[in-house]
């Protein structure tokens, strides 16, 4: 049935009637002609300034081939794409989109607004960044160069998408951020800081007490921009500075009760004195295991492992004393971790460890540290892989008294307000309303579903502590906005606003994760496809599921693997594993039919 157009807005170029005859073979080919965030704004942008509203229904259309796509998310972003500045793309970036994917943009009848760049795009493949007039057009002109086109398919950001709705403190981190990429990076780095100065909180998580905690890795080539991390350090420097000038003054005391029963030693009235623990917050990666357990046990099971580089943590595991990654895996879950201390022969137990961990690093230095995802430290990290931005930064500010250093500061002593007033309080839950606590099971179900059908058993490790990643952001989002309004109550029920940002970051950190996965040794070919990497064989396998119907024989599934140029065998062994997971069901000789 055809859809109806607004012709009313086009008096020289049928363009709906161009958008329809595209979409409709986008529809035939099943394939995401926008599997990245920035091409979806883009797409969105594209129909905006060609339909406005009336480009809505081609928005759904168009997004419904992406695996973890929702009604409700697409219509929300065009929502945002009707309310925000296009930056001049038009609707030729559709039609760019599309023969990008593969599919033949000639149509039976083209548009006057389109018939020259429509011709430039197929004869010559690519396009600049910027549309441009045709005749500034060439294959020689300088816009063609390399540098103009990136091979690696950028990774989505969550920045844009959650900050208007953040807490105080976040929002005025977000707003020194350069890029919407380097708001990911300060807003990741800042709540796993936090994570480890969240006293007195915590949740019900499957029937046991979870608390804030976070281990995050953020990996990206060098130079990418990932040393702006270190910033987040002196968010809680003020903290850590006050448990060393505590520890200073108690050791000062220590060694002047030592002197004087030492000089009384045969007065029965002096007892020696004992050793005063070792405050701090920041836990050095490269210690021994047992140095390690000490200095937790000492500071009462907190700590925070704060790392620019990976290998660090990486080499201290691969000595013989060092390697405390059983440690890490069980202070995760906050399980008991023991240790003897030999000085004293004493057996020690953490009871529940509160440590959180922040590293960073090049891809290579996570296969150091985490050399398979069969490694179960891989799945209780969330991964961030940063894109290499092709842009030089002005490195000379006009505001030279007030640095990034300054204002991280400033932020670090409101922190310090918080953490303070957190202590002084009893235990307080922090629980999620009985609408999001269906939400989020359906949620995690569905992606658990879906990720193990194409990347296999090993990234459900991911996908299930993802589900507990996510509750402890949705925890630290809703004590830092109990914070700003000094409303300190129990139970701290979680509101809508940071639910819905701790799902979109659940959902974009899982691409991040992903990527990860399938950059670790072992998983980059494992569906067989040699023509490809492991991200892309992953990505057109999820189309490949998504567009089976509800039942279907095989000479129907081999036809859209063909369109999707999958080898025959390839798809019989797809359909073989989905059928054992239970996604498919084999009802009767060469007949399937997708589970209910």
């Known amino acids: 049935m055809k859809r109806p157009f607004y012709p009313q807005q086009w008096k020289n170029d049928d363009i709906p009637n ?57 219509n929300e972003q065009y929502s945002r794409c009707l309310s925000s500045n296009r930056d001049g793309i038009t609707i030729k970036t559709l039609f760019y989109l599309a023969k990008k994917a593969g599919i033949n943009i000639l149509l039976s009848k083209t548009p006057k607004l389109l018939t020259d760049f429509i011709g430039i795009i197929d004869n010559f493949g690519d396009l600049p960044k910027k549309e441009m007039p045709k005749s500034s057009i060439s294959p020689k002109s300088p816009i063609f160069s390399p540098l103009t086109i990136c091979k690696e398919e950028p990774m989505p950001t969550f920045s844009n998408l959650i900050k208007d709705n953040l807490p105080y403190l976040l929002s005025q981190i977000v707003g020194k951020a350069k890029s919407d990429e380097d708001a990911d990076l300060l807003i990741l780095g800042s709540i796993t800081v936090f994570s480890a100065c969240l006293p007195n909180i915590y949740g019900v998580y499957n029937k046991r007490d979870v608390y804030p905690n976070l281990f995050v890795f953020i990996t990206a080539q060098a130079s990418a921009g990932k040393g702006r991390l270190s910033l987040c350090r002196k968010l809680v420097e003020p903290i850590q500075k006050h448990l060393r000038e505590t520890n200073k003054a108690e050791y000062e005391d220590y060694k002047r009760k030592q002197a004087e029963y030492v000089a009384n030693r045969k007065n029965h009235d002096y007892e020696q004195p004992e050793e005063p623990p070792l405050r701090t917050l920041f836990m050095p990666a490269n210690s021994s295991a047992t140095s390690v357990y000490k200095v937790l046990n000492d500071n009462e099971g907190v700590g925070l492992m704060f790392e620019t580089e990976g290998d660090t943590l990486a080499n201290t595991f691969n000595s013989d004393f060092g390697n405390f990654s059983d440690g890490l895996r069980k202070a995760f879950h906050h399980e008991p971790i023991s240790y003897n201390r030999r000085k004293e022969n004493e057996f020690v137990e953490l009871d529940k460890p509160k440590f959180s961990v922040l590293l960073s690093g090049t891809p290579r230095q996570i296969t150091n540290l985490i050399p398979d995802a069969e490694n179960g430290l891989f799945s209780r990290f969330l991964f961030y892989y940063m894109n290499i931005r092709m842009e030089w930064d002005d490195v000379f500010s006009d505001d030279d008294d007030c640095t990034d250093d300054s204002s991280f500061e400033l932020l670090g002593h409101k922190f310090e307000e918080y953490y303070n007033s957190l202590k002084a309080m009893k235990p307080m839950r922090f629980c999620f309303t009985e609408p999001q606590r269906k939400e989020f099971n359906e949620f995690f179900k569905d992606i658990q579903q879906n990720y193990a059908s194409i990347l296999g058993l090993d990234i459900l490790g991911s996908i299930r502590r993802l589900g507990i990643i996510t509750f402890r952001i949705a925890m630290i989002l809703s004590t830092l906005r109990m914070c700003d309004t000094g409303n300190y109550c129990t139970p701290i029920v979680c509101s809508d606003a940071d639910f819905r940002s701790a799902i979109t970051m659940a959902k974009i950190l899982l691409r991040h994760t992903e990527k990860v996965f399938c950059s670790l040794p072992g998983n980059d070919k494992k569906d067989g496809n040699q023509d490809c990497s492991g991200q892309e064989s992953t990505r057109i396998k999820q189309i490949f599921l998504d567009n089976l119907p509800n039942s279907f024989d095989r000479k129907q599934f081999q036809e859209i693997a063909q369109a999707l140029t999958i080898p025959e065998t390839t798809a019989d062994r797809f359909v073989k594993n989905w059928c054992q997971s239970g996604i498919i069901i084999h009802s009767s000789h060469g007949k399937y039919e997708r589970a209910e």
Do not use: M
Not at 27 to 44: F, H, K, M, R, S
Not at 49 to 66: I, K, M, T, V
Not at 69 to 74: A, G, L, M, S
């Open 18 to 74: 161009a958008i329809e005859e595209l979409t409709s073979r986008i529809e035939q080919a099943a394939v995401d002609i926008a599997p990245t965030y920035n091409e979806w704004l883009q797409l969105g942008f594209a129909l905006v300034d060609a339909l406005g509203e009336n480009g809505r229904p081609f928005f759904q259309r168009l997004s419904r081939f992406y695996h973890n796509y929702t009604e409700k998310e697409t």
